[in-house]
């Protein structure tokens, strides 16, 4: 049973005309319906990317608020659907007829970023509308500069794609050829989109015929007194929990690594929440001004982080517009990083803004509720290969399109999740290796859990991966990464200690290494050129050297933990027994005497002269997570050069969520 079928609690009041039974089966029936539809898309899709669970899908009312969301959908759409829908109301008015489909993909008017494109169908019972049935889907390339659309250059939209206001695709049950041709002939793969665009438009008719199957049956008052009291019905459960809730004020912040037009430093996103008798209220207004790359969050996203993060913390509560009641924010000006406004570029937003609104809602929720505490989880990441597929003689364009799981944050009893999707969407399915191989000249060469990328705590953070690949026959390819978190490392909470940077390495171990970072774009590769980048783990909660040794030992049986960083970061002495065999014992008077001597030196650490750590680091005497975890320094982790700004925030960071709880 999932959260969105669970009954109502005792005395829970049902819409009025609706008794308990019905409103029940009305409710769980709605869920069904928009599970229909993700079923349909993903039997009918042509894309890979859709095909991986990259879409969702939602029933709304009349008006266009979100009666319920499917059972397994994408974090991020969750927030934006009635946005865009109430987009179509807007610019269309009386002007909707049985059998329109609209599509919309514009990220200035509540959607995501252009490459997720939606189709909007209204519902209809004889001259009335009664609801929308729409699904939203990402399409592997949507124009722009760089195929796959991701251009972390971008300033201004026009650089990433093409932008579509609400327009019309379907009227009165006939498609409108022209448009359809012209918003796929506006991409890299026509032929792909066509089919996406045709299989997301009647992934909508499914939902169609399932409301009015249930309208048939049920009644039409009946059904749309279904729509409104399962939107009255969550906000009623969520302020019955606020109730029981302490009220007050909170605050934290995250950062982006950077903006590459100002001198190096970290790029804030500040979060203020309180919770009083009216609801939560969250305060972004002390956010930096938009950064001159595409990591901006539009107001549809950045309100979409903010249902996403707090409903975390109500895992029961099912998810429609009733939350939507609950949740105010200010997000201050328009033309900040979390407030972009039209032309500002924004596809990054999803690694950007959204991902760091959510682990800060983590934070700060800890608080709140600190036996549901979780550190900050690992930073969504798309890495996108482009070019000709020299594997056949027309040499079509491919975009081989790659996200990776990773480790979420420890929690207040257990370890985080490790090998995990991103909190962007925990539905998001990792990619089959064969079916990217198959479509694209690409071979996958690793893909392996990284051995000390868990975050150090008491409850240590999941575990992230490597994934590596070597290009075959290919022509005119660049490669482009949209990430976050080689600066701004996941990080620990209640004393636990951060994971690892990201970024991609290119020819590793070889005379033409180059680490190319966190975000890039059309960067030329070459046939036999190979590449390799982590995802990050989550970040610790609670002091490392309070985890048991026992643990830290069965932790490197598993190899998530290695016997240096085990003494490094936990000051637990292991001692190899029979490796072959999985034998290993805790040397305890060494393990006893090593963490003293770490509780001793370890403020000191944080204190340390950067320049001469960043030396240190250059010559090999330190490694990255040495440079991390103990003395809080940020580097080129190519290079070695010091960042200087970023060291100094980053240990302002260190010492709040770890140095602070150490003993």
């Given at each position: 049973?999932?959260?969105d079928q669970?009954?109502?609690?005792?005395?829970?009041?049902?819409?009025a005309?609706l008794d308990?039974v019905?409103?029940?089966?009305?409710?769980?029936?709605?869920?069904t319906?928009?599970?229909?539809?993700?079923e349909?898309?993903?039997?009918?899709c042509?894309?890979f990317v859709?095909?991986a669970r990259?879409f969702s899908?939602?029933l709304c009312?009349?008006?266009?608020?979100?009666?319920?969301?499917g059972?397994?959908?994408?974090a991020v759409?969750?927030?934006?659907?009635h946005f865009?829908?109430?987009?179509?109301?807007?610019?269309?008015?009386?002007?909707i007829n049985p059998?329109?489909v609209?599509?919309v993909?514009?990220?200035?008017?509540g959607?995501?970023?252009?490459n997720?494109v939606?189709f909007?169908?209204?519902i209809?019972?004889?001259?009335?509308i009664?609801?929308f049935?729409?699904?939203?889907?990402h399409?592997?390339?949507?124009?722009?500069n760089?195929?796959?659309?991701?251009d972390?250059n971008?300033k201004?939209?026009?650089?990433?794609g093409l932008?579509?206001?609400?327009?019309?695709?379907?009227?009165?049950?006939?498609?409108?050829?022209?448009?359809?041709q012209?918003?796929?002939s506006?991409?890299?793969s026509?032929?792909?989109c066509?089919?996406?665009?045709?299989?997301q438009?009647?992934?909508t008719?499914?939902?169609?015929?399932?409301?009015l199957?249930?309208?048939d049956h049920?009644g039409r008052?009946t059904?749309?007194a279904a729509m409104?009291?399962?939107?009255d019905y969550?906000?009623?459960?969520?302020r019955?929990?606020l109730?029981?809730l302490?009220?007050?004020?909170?605050?934290?912040v995250?950062?982006?690594?950077?903006d590459?037009?100002?001198p190096?430093g970290?790029?804030?996103?500040s979060?203020?929440?309180r919770?009083?008798?009216?609801?939560?209220?969250?305060d972004?207004?002390?956010?930096?001004?938009a950064v001159?790359?595409?990591?901006?969050s539009?107001y549809?996203?950045t309100?979409?982080?903010?249902?996403?993060g707090t409903?975390?913390?109500?895992?029961?509560?099912?998810l429609?517009?009733?939350l939507y009641?609950?949740?105010?924010?200010?997000l201050?000006?328009?033309?900040?990083?979390?407030n972009?406004s039209?032309?500002?570029?924004?596809?990054g937003f999803?690694s950007?803004p959204y991902?760091?609104?959510?682990?800060?809602?983590?934070?700060?929720w800890?608080q709140?509720m600190?036996?549901?505490?979780?550190?900050?989880?690992?930073?969504?990441?798309?890495?996108?290969?482009g070019?000709?597929?020299?594997?056949?003689?027309d040499r079509?364009?491919?975009?081989w399109?790659d996200?990776?799981?990773g480790?979420w944050?420890?929690r207040?009893?257990?370890?985080?999740?490790?090998?995990?999707a991103p909190v962007?969407?925990p539905?998001l399915?990792?990619?089959?290796?064969?079916?990217?191989?198959r479509l694209?000249?690409?071979?996958t060469?690793e893909?392996?859990?990284?051995?000390?990328?868990?975050?150090?705590?008491?409850?240590r953070?999941?575990c992230?991966?490597?994934?590596?690949?070597v290009?075959?026959?290919?022509?005119?390819t660049?490669?482009s990464?949209?990430?976050?978190?080689?600066?701004?490392?996941?990080?620990?909470i209640?004393?636990g200690?951060?994971?690892l940077p990201?970024?991609v390495?290119?020819?590793?171990g070889?005379e033409?290494?180059r680490f190319?970072?966190?975000t890039?774009s059309?960067?030329?590769?070459?046939?036999?050129?190979?590449f390799?980048?982590p995802?990050?783990g989550?970040g610790?909660?609670?002091?490392?050297?309070?985890?048991d040794?026992a643990l830290?030992?069965e932790?490197?049986i598993d190899?998530?933990?290695?016997i240096?960083?085990?003494?490094?970061d936990?000051g637990?002495?292991?001692v190899?027994?029979?490796p072959?065999?999985?034998?290993?014992e805790?040397?305890i008077?060494?393990?006893?005497?090593?963490?003293?001597?770490?509780a001793?030196?370890?403020?000191?650490?944080?204190?340390?002269?950067?320049?001469?750590v960043a030396?240190?680091y250059?010559?090999g005497?330190?490694d990255?997570?040495?440079?991390?975890r103990?003395?809080?320094v940020?580097?080129?982790?190519?290079?070695?050069?010091l960042h200087?700004?970023t060291?100094r925030?980053y240990?302002?960071l260190?010492?709040?969520?770890a140095?602070a709880y150490?003993?």
């Open positions: 049973m999932t959260s669970r009954p109502a609690p005792s005395g829970a009041v049902t819409p005309g308990p019905t409103f029940e089966v009305l409710k769980n029936a709605f869920v319906a928009v599970d229909l539809m993700s349909q898309i993903m039997r009918t042509y894309s859709i095909y990259d899908s939602a009312d009349a008006d266009g608020n979100t009666v319920m969301q059972s397994a959908d994408i759409h969750v927030g934006t659907l865009q829908c109430k987009a179509v109301l807007e610019e269309f008015g009386d002007d059998g329109d609209f599509a993909n514009d990220p200035y008017r959607g995501t970023h252009f997720d939606s909007i169908r209204p209809f019972v004889g001259a009335e009664i609801g049935a729409q699904n939203k889907g399409w592997a390339d949507i124009g722009g760089v195929p796959g659309s991701f972390v971008a201004e939209h026009f650089s990433e932008r579509i206001t609400p327009v019309r695709v379907w009227h009165r049950g006939r498609q409108l050829r022209d448009v359809a012209l918003l796929v506006n991409t890299r026509p032929y792909s066509m089919g996406d665009l045709n299989a438009a009647e992934a008719a499914v939902c169609e015929r399932e409301i199957r249930l309208v049920y008052d059904v749309v409104g009291g399962a939107q969550v906000e009623r459960i969520v019955h929990k109730a029981e302490p009220k007050g004020e909170w605050e934290t995250d950062y982006l690594d950077a590459p037009s100002k190096e970290l790029v804030p996103i979060v203020k929440m919770i009083d008798d009216d609801g939560i209220h969250y972004l207004s002390g956010s930096a001004p001159s790359t595409f990591l901006n539009g549809g996203t309100h979409s982080a903010l249902y996403a409903k975390t913390f109500f895992p029961d509560v099912p429609n517009s009733g009641r609950v949740v105010h924010a200010e201050g000006p328009e033309g900040t990083v979390v972009a039209w032309p500002t570029a924004v596809t999803c950007g991902e760091k609104l959510m682990n800060a809602l983590f934070e700060i800890s709140v600190p036996e549901r505490a979780m550190a900050c989880a690992f930073n969504l990441e798309y890495l996108l290969v070019g000709k597929d020299g594997r056949t003689e079509p364009y491919f975009m399109y996200w990776m799981a480790g944050g420890g207040a009893t257990k370890d985080g999740s490790g090998a995990t962007f969407g539905g399915a990792v990619q089959p290796v064969e079916g990217q191989e694209s000249p690409v071979l060469t893909h392996t859990i990284v051995t000390d990328s868990g975050g150090p705590g008491r409850h953070g999941g992230g991966l490597e994934k590596g690949g290009l075959t026959d290919c022509e005119s660049v490669m990464y949209c990430c976050d978190r080689a600066r701004s490392i996941t990080w620990g209640a004393g200690l951060p994971s990201h970024g390495w290119l020819n590793k070889t033409d290494e190319l970072g966190a890039f059309n960067v030329a590769i070459e046939p036999g050129d190979t390799t980048r995802s990050a989550g610790g909660h609670g002091d490392p050297l309070t985890r040794p830290v030992v932790d490197v190899g998530y933990v290695s240096e960083r085990a003494a490094k936990y637990v002495v292991v190899p027994v029979d072959e065999l999985d034998r290993y805790v040397h008077a060494a393990t006893e005497e090593l963490r003293r001597s770490i001793a030196e370890r403020r000191g650490w944080l204190v340390e002269d950067p320049h001469v030396h240190r250059r010559a005497e330190l990255m997570l040495d440079s991390i103990r003395y809080g940020i580097v080129d982790w190519g290079t070695g050069e200087e700004n060291t925030q240990r302002e260190l010492h709040k969520r140095a150490w003993d």
